[in-house]
């Protein structure tokens, strides 16, 4: 019986090895959000694609709350390439508020009075952006950082929410799209999302404390 016992114990552990070692097999030691972005290779760009993003929620947690409440009601499906920054940053956004989004939420960061979020704003970071001179109006627009100098000025004034896991090179060659005339960094061709989903790794996350936004471009204030 003695003999029997130990045969299993030793069964069990090489079993665990075996998982851990095959391809295929999960870690669940990270069960942090991932979320996966489809690019629409329909429009005038014609680049398609998918990129993947970790969400952080132990260094952004409302933020992060409200990046997956946004995911859930559709919101960033259909959503545009707002700016190219060569080589160093890709902005997704609504400039002119299309989606109608009256939300905002408090900025997470060090000069905002947040402690915490100490996520470097290196090559793949993911950040929210801001109405301009107003911390507390992050309203679902978010950029990547493709270049590491870009934590000179950003850290401690930005909320980095996560990083890029996969398909950065597909943001190198977007951030490389020849801009208008008119409007600096707006790209020349449409680069939109088609669709975007998130896999929450079995865990739950509720809806985000958030307040009416109060700039809202295109309408009188």
């Known amino acids: 019986m003695r003999r029997l016992r130990t045969f299993r114990t030793i069964a069990i552990i090489l ?3 075996i998982c851990f070692s095959a391809a ?4 669940m ?6 979320v996966t972005f489809t690019l629409d290779p329909g429009t005038s760009s014609g680049i398609g694609g998918t990129f993947v993003m970790e969400l952080f929620p132990e260094k952004a947690p409302n933020s992060v709350n409200y990046f997956i409440q946004l995911i859930g009601e559709g919101y960033y499906d259909k959503f545009n390439v707002s700016q190219v920054h060569s080589g160093s940053m ?3 956004g609504d400039p002119w508020y299309a989606k109608m989004n009256d939300r905002v939420i408090k900025g997470e960061f060090a000069a905002n ?3 915490g979020n100490d996520v470097d704003f290196v090559r793949g970071t993911v950040g929210l952006a801001l109405d301009e001179g107003d911390p507390d109006s992050n309203y679902g627009d978010f950029f990547i950082v493709l270049d590491d100098g870009a934590k000179e000025t950003m850290n ?3 909320c980095a929410i996560g990083k890029i896991t996969e398909g950065i090179e597909l943001l190198d060659e977007i951030s490389t799209i020849k801009t208008t005339a008119s409007l600096k ?14 896999d ?6 509720p809806d985000a404390e958030t307040s009416e936004r109060k700039n809202k471009p295109g309408y009188w204030n």
């Not at 295929?24 to 870690?27: H, I, L, Y």
Request: proline residues 5%.
């Open 15 to 17: 079993a665990a090895l």
């Open 24 to 27: 295929g097999c999960t870690d």
């Open 29 to 34: 030691s990270n069960r942090n959000p991932v």
């Open 90 to 92: 890709v902005v997704f």
């Open 113 to 115: 009075g947040f402690e």
């Open 156 to 158: 401690g004034n930005f």
């Open 185 to 198: 960094y707006q790209p020349y061709v449409s680069v939109r999302t088609l669709k975007v989903t998130v």
């Open 200 to 205: 929450l790794r079995g865990r739950t996350y």
